[in-house]
C-alpha cells in the first residue's frame, strides 16, 4: 500500500529501514527464529535463522502457515510479528511469548485497528478466516469471534505499523532519519 502513493524504489528504501528495525528486535531474543520473505530468500539477512518463501494466496493464509508449520515442528508457543514496525523491540515480542502463558491467542494491536502480532499456544485456523484484511476493524472482529468461541485471548501494546504514508509521516522513525526522508523526496 505505500508503494502506491510513494512509488516502488521510495517503499524499498523504507522497507529496508524497517528490516534492520526487524532484525535488532530478534537479534538478542533468546528463541529460535523463522524469517518467512515474501518472495525470496535474503541469504544476508538473519544469517543463522531457518528462512523460508511464504505460502498463501492472502495474508491469512500466509499466517496460517506459518503457524502450522511451526506447530507441525513442535513449538509450542509462535509469536509472528511483519516488518513493518519501527517501534517494535525484543520486549514486544517476549512480553508476547510470555503471554502465551496463559492465553491460547495473543495480539499486539496497531493504532490503525489491526494487529502488529500475533501468537498462538495451540493452532487456531479461524482466527486467519474470512477476516478483514487491512479493515479497521480486523482486530475488534477477530476478538469478537475468540470470546464468542470462548477461546482465551490477551492483548499488548499498542503500536503503530507503516502501512500507508501517512503512518510513515507520523513515525519518528521517519521523522529522526535525515537519509530516508532524503531518498524519499
Not at 528486535?25 to 524469517?35: F, N, S
Not at 493504532?111 to 502480532?117: A, S, T
Not at 478466516?129 to 469478537?144: D, F, G, M, R, V
Amino acid at each position: 500500500r505505500l508503494a502506491k502513493t510513494i512509488g516502488n524504489q521510495a517503499a524499498f528504501e523504507v522497507y529496508k529501514e524497517l528490516v534492520k528495525v526487524t532484525e535488532q528486535a530478534t537479534e538478542h531474543l533468546d528463541t529460535d527464529l523463522r524469517i518467512y520473505f515474501s518472495d525470496a530468500i535474503v541469504e544476508t539477512k538473519w544469517k543463522n535463522s531457518y528462512k523460508a518463501v511464504q505460502k498463501g494466496k492472502n495474508l491469512g493464509e500466509r499466517m496460517s502457515n506459518a503457524f502450522f508449520d511451526g506447530f507441525e515442528d513442535g513449538y509450542e508457543r509462535i509469536v509472528l510479528i511483519g516488518s513493518d514496525l519501527p517501534d517494535i523491540n525484543a520486549t514486544h515480542i517476549q512480553n508476547g511469548l510470555d503471554a502465551l502463558e496463559a492465553s491460547e491467542v495473543i495480539f499486539g494491536p496497531a493504532e490503525d485497528g489491526g494487529y502488529y502480532l500475533i501468537g498462538m499456544s495451540k493452532m487456531n485456523t479461524k482466527v486467519f478466516e474470512n477476516k478483514p484484511w487491512s479493515q479497521s476493524h480486523l482486530l475488534s472482529e477477530t476478538l469478537s469471534e475468540l470470546k464468542q468461541n470462548n477461546t482465551t485471548f490477551a492483548t499488548l501494546d499498542v503500536l503503530n505499523d507503516i502501512d500507508t504514508f501517512e503512518d510513515l509521516e507520523a513515525s519518528d522513525f521517519y521523522k529522526n532519519n535525515k537519509e530516508l526522508k532524503h531518498k524519499i523526496k
